[in-house]
Structures are given as structure tokens and as C-alpha cells.
């Protein structure tokens, strides 16, 4: 998930704009999570179509 639709419980803003500490704190938590935790679901999607079409390709290579 990524951090720009998470809310606050302590200030009830959006984590992303960082307006107090516990929004600090969780936003560089989750920047520094592993490389997928900063892409957006079109971008993973789109890595997947990638990966899904590598494989089909070596699959068809294969067979002739």
C-alpha cells in the first residue's frame, strides 16, 4: 500500500503531507520500505504484464 491514501489516527490528516510526528515517522517507515512498497498498483501491474510476457515468450521459444 502505499502512503498517499493513508490517514492519521493522531492529527486526522493525510500521512503523506507530514503535519505531525506520527505522519513523519510512518512516512519515512514506509519510504524505507523494500523497492515495491513505492511503486503505485499500475506500475506493479504493469511489471507483471512485463514478467507474464517474458515468460510466455521463453515458453513459445521452447516448444520450436
Given amino acids: ?3 498517499d491514501r ?3 489516527a493522531n ?3 493525510p500521512v503523506a503531507e507530514g503535519r505531525c510526528p506520527v ?3 510512518n512516512r ?3 519510504q524505507q520500505g523494500n523497492f515495491f512498497a513505492g511503486l503505485n498498483p499500475m506500475a506493479l501491474i504493469a511489471l507483471l ?3 507474464v510476457a517474458a515468460v510466455a515468450l521463453l515458453a ?3 516448444t520450436v
Fill in 6 to 8: 493513508l490517514v492519521c
Fill in 49 to 51: 504484464a512485463i514478467l
Fill in 11 to 13: 492529527c486526522a490528516a
Fill in 1 to 3: 500500500m502505499t502512503y
Fill in 60 to 62: 513459445a521459444h521452447q
Fill in 23 to 25: 505522519c513523519r515517522a
Fill in 28 to 30: 519515512e517507515r514506509l
